[in-house]
């Protein structure tokens, strides 16, 4: 399984960005997607995940800002994240997790100006 991420890019704050990340390979059954986040010195931490029949979580830093969603036909995750803040610039990684194994995409850079 691989994971393909874009969307990344710099934004000032109040802007949007909206991240892709589409997954190729076997892919059966049940599971989680998920985007992540780590800014320099800090931990990676879960922005939000989505499970395959559409139950969200968030992080409670950008809740009411970020959506989480997923086409379970094309296997791709999506995060839509509005009013940017400068804390929400990381380097951004989506993850797929099944009961079998965990599978992370490569890091897309997302840079808020304020």
């Known amino acids: 399984v691989q994971l393909q991420a874009s969307g990344g890019g710099l934004v000032q704050a109040g802007g949007s960005l909206r991240l892709s990340c589409a997954a190729s390979?076997?892919?059966?059954?049940?599971?989680?997607m998920g985007w992540y986040r780590q800014a320099p010195g800090k931990q990676r931490e879960l922005v939000a995940s989505?499970?395959?029949?559409?139950?969200?979580n968030y992080v409670d830093s950008v809740k009411g800002r970020f959506t989480i969603s997923r086409d379970n036909a094309k296997n791709t995750v999506y995060l839509q994240m509005d009013s940017l803040k400068p804390e929400d610039t990381s380097v951004y990684y989506c993850k797929l997790q099944n009961p079998y194994n965990s599978y992370w995409g490569q890091g897309t850079q997302v840079t808020v100006s304020s």
């Open positions: 390979g076997v892919i059966a059954g049940i599971n989680v």
């Open positions: 989505i499970t395959t029949g559409g139950n969200t």
